[in-house]
């Protein structure tokens, strides 16, 4: 009786299963081998992926740094001629601190500065356009919106700039009609001379419905409510219509009095000449907020380039964070700085 396979069978089963464990392992390296190339290829589309955002949000980054540049090269120049010094707009908080630097400016060379800004600074603003809206073609499209707000603020600045020029060369004139109201005022007495006689004329002309007021008091309580209001219309059509009466007066002529001349000085003439005070107070004050009208374009218009200089850069630095995936750089404020300071964006995405 034999016993286990017949000859050479032990041999066989040996080969068989040694075959079937090699085409295990070479199954199993097959699998292993797909499993690391399609891994592979995880690893390479995640790293190109991130390769192409991080490009992507350079070119964000580089642009608005050639804005900041381009900003800081050509605005500035025309903000220094403006100002008068090296000014970074960035650190105004408001319009009457540029109003604040402006008229400063104006009172180092008050006899020169509107020619100035015609001649000098509006060229530059014009040269800044020109620059700066051949930039805007070459932004990227997230770009482009706050820079066509920034564009469309520079022909509103030049305007006006160009209007407050033009007016800057009153203010000499009526700073000199103030001033006769003061010296021909000073001069008013009972007497009839060139002096009082023309100041009762300005007073006829200046005051409405002068005869219904009993008293210098009715006078003084007129000025006061008037040019607490708004004193600037008011002191505009009294310097338009009857600073003519008491601008050049000859002191030598023979005195030609008013029908109404002993009547008003009875009522509005007192020794201490409260008027004065009066008439001074609403002069200042009206000359002051000429001041701020007469800028007023031009600081809403330069209101609106800073607001949109601030958001080119805060564009691009939001736009190249929310391309790597990062989070969405703070805001700092500090005293006496703008929200978005200018210069070159964040930092660069990383590799």
């Not at 030598?252 to 001074?280: G, I, M």
């Not at 750089?329 to 300071?341: L, V, W």
Request: glycine share 10%; net charge positive; charged share 30%.
């Amino acid at each position: 009786m034999s016993f286990g396979a017949g000859p050479g069978g032990g041999m066989d089963e040996y080969q068989r299963l040694m075959a079937e464990r090699n085409a295990a392992q070479k199954k199993k390296r097959m699998v292993l081998g797909l499993i690391a190339v399609a891994g592979i290829g995880a690893v390479g589309y995640y790293v190109m992926s991130n390769r192409k955002k991080n490009e992507g949000a350079q070119k964000i980054l580089d642009a608005g740094g050639r804005f900041a540049e381009r900003d800081k090269q050509d605005m500035g120049a025309f903000w220094t001629c403006v100002m008068g010094t090296d000014t970074d707009v960035g650190m105004f908080q408001n319009a009457d601190q540029i109003q604040m630097k402006v008229e400063s400016a104006y009172f180092t060379q008050q006899k020169t500065y509107s020619d100035h800004l015609t001649t000098e600074c509006v060229p530059k603003l014009e040269g800044a356009r020109g620059a700066l809206s051949g930039l805007a073609n070459e932004m990227p499209e997230p770009l482009r919106p706050p820079l066509e707000k920034y564009v469309a603020a520079l022909p509103k600045m030049q305007e006006g700039l160009e209007s407050y020029a033009e007016k800057l060369k009153s203010r000499g004139a009526t700073k000199d009609v103030d001033g006769s109201i003061q010296e021909v005022g000073a001069a008013f007495t009972a007497e009839v001379t060139p002096e009082s006689g023309a100041f009762e004329k300005f007073l006829v002309c200046a005051i409405p419905d002068l005869d219904k007021k009993k008293d210098i008091q009715g006078v003084l309580e007129f000025l006061a409510e008037t040019c607490k209001k708004d004193p600037v219309p008011f002191m505009t059509k009294v310097r338009a219509d009857c600073g003519n009466l008491v601008q050049n007066v000859d002191k030598d002529a023979k005195p030609s009095p008013s029908k109404t001349f002993k009547a008003n000085v009875k009522k509005f003439y007192e020794e201490q000449q409260r008027q004065l005070q009066a008439w001074e107070w609403c002069g200042k004050k009206s000359r002051k907020g000429k001041k701020v009208l007469d800028l007023e374009a031009f600081l809403t218009a330069a209101g609106d380039y800073i607001e949109a200089r601030g958001e080119v850069v805060k564009t691009a630095r939001e736009e190249a964070a929310r391309m790597t995936g990062q989070p969405l750089p703070q805001e700092k404020k500090k005293p006496g700085e703008a929200d978005e300071p200018p210069g070159a964006p964040a930092a660069k995405p990383g590799k």
